[in-house]
């Protein structure tokens, strides 16, 4: 493999300093590229500051090995990048060589200090690969991963931490048949899995809304909703709308809502290219009322994310773990909100994207607990196409092990009740 053109290396260098120094989201970051870095700079800056992350701890492990003190920002998240291009993504090392002192000498913060960038990356290309080959997967922070050892085990934390570091393939939704011409690997459950990426937006069907990007697990909410032709269905907290267009796809009447004006634009979008339909509602769900009940709602509540760090490495740089108390409290009034709006014999599907307990079987147990009109509807895994561990006492619990030689898939809390008629 080659190395990546100037433009995206020193991109992808402003990205790292951007969640490491700032402690600003990667996506937020990738917003604020230059107008003028061409699409594939922007993609393989992005892919480049992601790789790192995901393997940080490691790849300074490497690199303390030939350096005597840490070197100022942009020279360190040079040789960062140099070191994942050649340790990680098989870039020749010869190139991946020349384009970090390139970077370092284009950038005059960096330039007197291309000799140093050029003698580092010139002995991870010669002994680097040795050292690698002994190091252990990056380690969850520990506010993460102390309740993580907590609710699972070591040995499953341990698991996870070496799916994460290996990242996402991609998965798409198909809305219907397969497009000719794309290719990939269909998943038990019906996602199709794409190992090498690429250029979304150049993939065939892309034009027609043949597909979604959606991950293999986020894809289950919807199904265990199982939304029918006709059926009045909110998509609570929809944004960025995948759930939005299966349900839509299955002919139901849906409403999406959020809070973000952005975020539903990116739903608007994606409704337009797939030429599906759906109502769009900007509001604060929990000032909100609806003119009329729903036969179902799916709530994918706002969470720490943790279940998503495949996809989303700068998480753990940026998190702190205390956004979790607000959020916990946010998702028991979304969900107090969200069974108001349910007709008598209806259904509410609760999800979030999170490993921790607290953001899923602890709110789902004690709204249970004070709601005697409702009750959990079990979720049968293996009808689903999944498998038989992945539900734990009627719900669906999804961890990134599961599927682990097959790329894993993000943690999710899956829960399905149902209103008493």
């Excluded at 490491?20 to 989201?25: K, Q, V, Y």
Aim: charged share 25%; proline share 8%; with cysteine.
């Amino acid at each position: 493999m080659s190395a990546p053109g100037l433009p995206a290396r020193l991109a992808a260098a402003e990205l790292l300093i951007g969640v490491l120094s700032d402690g600003i989201m990667l996506g937020d970051l990738v917003d604020r590229l230059p107008d003028d870095l061409p699409p594939p700079a922007r993609a393989r800056a992005q892919s480049l500051a992601a790789m790192v992350l995901r393997n940080l701890e490691p790849i300074d492990t490497v690199l303390e090995q030939f350096l005597t003190r840490k070197p100022p920002a942009r020279a360190m998240q040079a040789l960062r990048i140099a070191a994942a291009e050649m340790l990680i993504d098989e870039v020749a090392p010869h190139a991946a060589v020349d384009a970090a002192v390139r970077a370092a000498r284009t950038d005059p913060k960096t330039a007197r200090l291309s000799g140093l960038v050029n003698a580092v990356a010139r002995n991870i290309s010669r002994e680097g690969f040795d050292i690698w080959a002994q190091m252990d997967p990056q380690r969850l922070p520990h506010w993460l991963r102390t309740p993580l050892v907590r609710a699972y085990g070591e040995d499953t934390v341990d698991a996870m931490e070496r799916v994460h570091a290996g990242g996402a393939p991609l998965d798409l939704t198909l809305r219907g048949d397969l497009p000719e011409g794309l290719e990939g690997e269909m998943a038990p459950t019906g996602t199709l899995r794409r190992y090498r990426p690429g250029q979304v937006s150049a993939l065939p069907g892309y034009d027609e809304g043949a597909f979604w990007v959606q991950d293999a697990a986020a894809a289950l909410p919807a199904r265990v909703l199982d939304a029918k032709p006709g059926e009045r269905v909110l998509d609570l907290c929809a944004a960025p709308g995948g759930k939005t267009l299966q349900l839509a796809a299955v002919g139901a009447d849906v409403v999406a809502l959020d809070i973000s004006s952005k975020r539903l634009e990116r739903v608007r979008q994606n409704l337009d290219r797939t030429r599906l339909k759906a109502q769009i509602v900007r509001a604060d769900a929990l000032k909100w009322t609806p003119d009329a009940p729903f036969d179902a709602i799916l709530l994918d509540a706002p969470c720490t994310a943790t279940g998503t760090l495949r996809r989303h490495p700068d998480l753990p740089f940026v998190k702190t773990g205390e956004e979790n108390k607000s959020l916990v409290q946010l998702q028991r009034e979304l969900l107090e909100r969200a069974a108001q709006w349910v007709k008598p014999g209806g259904r509410l599907v609760f999800c979030t994207c999170s490993l921790l307990p607290s953001e899923g079987e602890v709110p789902v147990a004690r709204f249970l607990e004070t709601h005697p009109d409702w009750t959990l509807d079990p979720i049968d895994a293996e009808a689903l196409g999944g498998d038989a561990e992945w539900a734990v006492d009627g719900a669906l619990r999804l961890r990134p092990d599961f599927w682990a030689e097959q790329g894993g898939m993000d943690g999710f809390y899956i829960a399905r009740l149902r209103k008493k008629a």
